[in-house]
């Protein structure tokens, strides 16, 4: 492990290479102002938030080398930030603030590291700056970047996998879909989220068939679950390019008929902020995937260019109102107005709206009053491995098929 050199204060630039910038994330202003004159002392530029609904909506603020994150927070605990962290792959180490067990704290950093964070461990309160200093040394080496023959190998060995988030009607709290979300437990790195690896993949060549693998163990737990007696949508993204795949209405059929599910249950979600090359061929096989039953929908609405001329031109069922403006909807009026925007322009298109990462009680209540139908977010559930989503499947209801 290499040190973390710590700053000179007095205006003397720190050493190449070495960390300038701390996020600590706690609801206590005294522990906040206390570490914030710690870290000061080793030229520490430092940033603050209260919990996860600040770093929620201020998530430049993960733009840092250091997180100093209290496990007792207030309506979202630690645990709650620690898979916030998870999902926005940050790549800060992480440090741990509590007065909690120092059995209960490794089990956190344990629960962090398999999850792929860099847990540098934890400072028990009241916090002790020569236990601070130790800590601070102790900060890991960066891995090296990912490799096109770690990716081939990842798909060789079935090292990727798929975790599933609820989708619920918002006005009942009833489930009617999931939607399967792509991980990659790399060895030696943990996990590794796609953000990571589908740009190493698409560059090399290898996007279409990251595409069809991804179809592949979706359509296969589809299949388990509907054999379990359990009915309900399984949305998969997929890539513009893939419509262009000479094998991608025959594939399709295929892959279904494998797996014995008709594909009137998949929903395909299109990036809205990928390029859509040749409209016209585009609509002819986006349609031809509709007449198989597949619903499908423009994820990301409101963060492209082209929106629009897509929503126009394109036989899409369905709209997904993007997290960067749902997560700020109840806090931002800007936020709320375009959601409530995105709401009404899909009502009068006849299209069904999804908002995406709905974090708090408020903005249920608000998507809800604005006449949104349906949403997912870590106020309903995170997403989750088969097992652990059957759990939550337990005690959940559904809506009917």
Known sequence: M?????????GVPPPQGAATRALIVDDDVEIRLLMRALLGRHGYCVKVASGLQELACQSEMLDTELIFLDVDLGPFTGRDVMQFLQDKRATAGV?????????????????????????LGYLHKPVQPATLQRLLEQRPLPPPPLTVAEFDTALRRDELFLNFQPKLELA?????????????????RGIVYPDAFIPLAEHSG?????TWHVLDLAFRQKARWEAAGHHFGLAVNVPPAWLHDADCLSGIDALAA????????VELEITESGAMECLSYARHVLGSLRDRGCTLSMDDFGTGYSSMAQLYRLPFDQIKVDRS?????????EAAAITRTIVDLGQRLGLRVVAEGIETPAQHELLTAMGCPLGQGYLFGRPMNPETF???LARHPRAPH
């Open 95 to 119: 440090i741990l603030v509590s007065s909690c067990s120092l059995a209960t704290l490794e089990q956190l950093v344990e629960a962090g590291r398999s999850g792929g964070l860099r847990m």
């Open 172 to 188: 009942s709290g009833r489930l009617t879909g999931v939607e399967a979300l792509l991980r990659w437990n790399a060895p030696g």
């Open 390 to 392: 059957g759990d939550w």
């Open 206 to 210: 290898r996007g279409i068939a990251l």
């Open 325 to 333: 403006f749902v997560g700020c909807s109840d806090i931002d009026a």
């Open 2 to 10: 290499s040190p973390l050199p710590l700053h000179a204060v007095d």
């Open 258 to 265: 494998r797996h014995g599910i008709a594909l009137d249950g």
